[in-house]
C-alpha cells in the first residue's frame, strides 16, 4: 500500500514541474491573443470585421467577430481559441457551436501532419476537419434550441470603454480568470497521465473500450491508439501512434479509418474539460463528436465498400 502511495506521489511531484512549464507556456498564448482582442474591440476594428462576414457566419447561428476566433483555432492549439471566445460577450448556445468548430478544427499543420505519418493524405485530413466543422456549426444551429441560454466570457466588451487603462484593466482581470482555471485543469490532468503511465493502466483501459470499436466502425484492434488519441490527442500521442503503425501492430487501412475517428473526435478527455471550465455544456461536446465521427468512419468504410466492388466489377 505504502508503495503504491508512494508511486503515486512520485507521479505529482514529477508532473508539477511539467505543468508549471505549461502554464507559463499558456501565459505567452492567452495573455498576446487576449490583449490584442481588446484593442481590436476598443479600435472598433473587430466591429467592422463583424460587418464583413456577418452574412456567412449568421447562416451557422454566430455573429460576423467570431470568424477570427476559427480561423485562428486552425492554426494554433485550443488555448488560442478559448483565450478569444472568453474575451468575447457570447451566449453559451453562439460559444457552443464556435466551441464544436474549434474543437475539430484546431492546429491543422501539427496534428494532420501526425496523421500523414499514420496512413492519411495531409490535405485530405485538413479538408476533412474543416468541412465537418462546417457541418457540424450548421447542424447544432438548427438542433440547438434558441432561447433561454445565459451569457459565456465577458458581458462587456472593450469597445464601450473611453479609457485605455479600463482597457488594460478588463483585459488582465478576465485573463487571470481564464488562466488560473485552466492551469489547475491542466495541472491535474498531467498527474492523470502520469499515473496512468506510471501504473501502466492505458493498454488495460483500451480492452474495456475494445466492444465499443465495432459501433464507430473500427477494428477491434484499435482501441488503445483510440484511447490514446482521447486521452492524450493527436498531437502528444502522435509518436505512440507512428510506432504502432511501423512495428505493424495496426495496419495503414486500419489506421486511416481511424485517423477518420479521430480528426473529428480526439482528446475528448482534456478538451471537453478546459471547455466546460469556462462554460460549455459537457454533453453537446462529447456526443456531438462522437456522432459525427461514427458518421464519418461508416461512410468512409461505404465508400470503400464500393469502391473495391466497382475496382473488382472492372477488372473482371
Known amino acids: 500500500m505504502n508503495h503504491t502511495i508512494n508511486r503515486m506521489w512520485a507521479c ?3 508532473a508539477f514541474p511539467k505543468a508549471g512549464k505549461t502554464c507559463v507556456w499558456l501565459l505567452k498564448i492567452i495573455l498576446p491573443v487576449s ?5 481590436l474591440q476598443y479600435s472598433g476594428l473587430l466591429s467592422k470585421f463583424a460587418v464583413f462576414l456577418e452574412p456567412l ?3 451557422i447561428g454566430l455573429p460576423g467577430e467570431t470568424a477570427i476566433v476559427f480561423i485562428t483555432s486552425i492554426f494554433s492549439p485550443l488555448y488560442a481559441p478559448i483565450a478569444l471566445i472568453t474575451a468575447m460577450s457570447l451566449s453559451v448556445r453562439e460559444a457552443t457551436i464556435l466551441a464544436l468548430m474549434c474543437l475539430v478544427s484546431h492546429n491543422l499543420p501539427v496534428e494532420s501532419t501526425v496523421q500523414s505519418k499514420t496512413g492519411s493524405g495531409f490535405w485530405e485530413m485538413t479538408i476533412l476537419r474543416i468541412v465537418m466543422s462546417i457541418v457540424i456549426a450548421f447542424c447544432l444551429n438548427w438542433a440547438l434550441p434558441r432561447n433561454g441560454w445565459a451569457t459565456i466570457g465577458v458581458t462587456v466588451s472593450a469597445e464601450l470603454y473611453d479609457n485605455i487603462r479600463d482597457v488594460f484593466f478588463l483585459w488582465f482581470t478576465s485573463s487571470m480568470k481564464v488562466i488560473i482555471t485552466i492551469s489547475l485543469v491542466v495541472t491535474a490532468l498531467m498527474i492523470l497521465h502520469y499515473i496512468l503511465d506510471e501504473f501502466k493502466w ?3 483501459l483500451s480492452s474495456l473500450f475494445a466492444p465499443l470499436m465495432a459501433v464507430f466502425g473500427l477494428p477491434r484492434n484499435t482501441a488503445f491508439l ?8 493527436l498531437a502528444y500521442g502522435g ?9 505493424k501492430k495496426l495496419s495503414y487501412a486500419n489506421s486511416r479509418l481511424l485517423n477518420y475517428h479521430l480528426a473529428v473526435s480526439h ?3 482534456e478538451d471537453t474539460i478546459i471547455f466546460i471550465a469556462i462554460g460549455i455544456p459537457a454533453v453537446w461536446i462529447i456526443v456531438t463528436r462522437l456522432f459525427f465521427a461514427i458518421v464519418v468512419v461508416w461512410l468512409r468504410r461505404a465508400y470503400n465498400y464500393y469502391y ?9
Request: hydrophobic share 50%; no cysteine; charged share 20%.
Open 202 to 204: 492505458m493498454q488495460g
Open 57 to 59: 457566419f449568421s447562416q
Open 12 to 14: 505529482v511531484r514529477k
Open 35 to 39: 490583449l490584442f482582442v481588446r484593442l
Open 226 to 233: 483510440w484511447l490514446v488519441g482521447n486521452v492524450v490527442g
Open 308 to 316: 473495391i466492388k466497382k475496382m473488382k466489377a472492372y477488372q473482371s
Open 267 to 269: 482528446s475528448l478527455l
Open 239 to 247: 509518436a505512440i501512434m507512428v510506432e504502432q503503425v511501423e512495428q
